[in-house]
């Protein structure tokens, strides 16, 4: 089992940039593939970005392509996401999570393990 914690959200401007960062607990953190998941209001949560357990592979959704980056930091348990050119429909709560699943599956089946959650607000 993997224990996550999620830091980094905040309010910003339309246009501007966050960077969230997830730590993990656990001595197997690179045998999970990562990723970002987030839930505005009113809303299901939904797909963000995933990175596979070496973080060669990435993925991301529509939405963020071109604007986010997602990373991972093995040797200290930590994969991060970049959020560049942010738009007020951004805003929602991101959530990491962690899986040992097919890189290619998080997308629509989730992830094994989540945190808690960070808010992030676009402002118009």
């Known amino acids: 089992q993997v224990q996550l914690v999620e830091s980094g959200g905040g309010l910003v401007q339309a246009g501007g940039s966050l960077r969230l960062s997830c730590a993990a607990d656990?001595?197997?953190?690179?045998?999970?593939?990562m990723g970002w998941f987030r839930q505005a209001p009113g809303k299901e949560r939904e797909f963000v970005a995933a990175?596979?357990?070496?973080?060669?592979?990435?993925s991301y959704a529509d939405s963020v392509k071109g604007r986010f980056t997602i990373s991972r930091d093995n040797a200290n348990d930590t994969v991060l996401l970049q959020m560049n050119g942010l738009k007020p429909e951004d805003t929602a709560v991101y959530y990491c999570?962690?899986?040992?699943?097919?890189?290619?599956?998080?997308?629509?089946?989730?992830?094994?393990?989540w945190g808690k959650g960070t808010l992030v607000t676009v402002s118009s």
């Open positions: 999570g962690a899986a040992q699943k097919l890189l290619a599956t998080i997308r629509n089946y989730g992830m094994d393990y």
């Open positions: 656990g001595r197997t953190f690179s045998t999970y593939a």
């Open positions: 990175i596979s357990r070496s973080g060669s592979s990435t």
